[in-house]
Every structure is written in C-alpha cells, then in structure tokens.
C-alpha cells in the first residue's frame, strides 16, 4: 500500500539526518510540527508513522517552515 513500517521510516530518518546517530537524536527530541511530540513516540501507530514520514519528506525537501 506505499506505507512506511518502522525500519524503512528509520531508514528514511538516517538518510535525512545525515547519520544513524543523528536520527536517533531526532527521533527522541520533542518536534514543535509533531505537536510538541516525539517522533519515536508516534511510529508504533501507522497514522504516527505516517506524520512522522511526511515531515521527514518535507525536510527533505526543504519545505518544512
């Protein structure tokens, strides 16, 4: 169905971020366009995976605001 699991989002996190380390750090730092939510928090859920996946796409492409 083109919807991300938990491995391919984190996949998509170190590729954005730049390193495994840096994903990490993201996914466990409270995110204002998350409504104050960790990522990590979210993606157990695939409407939480789903957030997580878009603003990764929009910083990926630059933009997120």
Do not use: F, H, K
């Not at 466990?28 to 928090?41: H, K, Q, T, V």
């Amino acid at each position: 169905d083109g919807r991300m699991n938990e491995a391919e989002l984190m996949e998509l996190c170190t590729r954005v971020r730049g390193s495994a380390e840096l994903a990490e750090q993201w996914m466990n730092r409270c995110s204002m366009a998350l409504g104050y939510e960790r990522p990590i928090d979210l993606i157990d859920t695939q409407t939480g995976r789903d957030r997580v996946e878009v603003l990764l796409t929009q910083i990926d492409y630059g933009v997120y605001i």
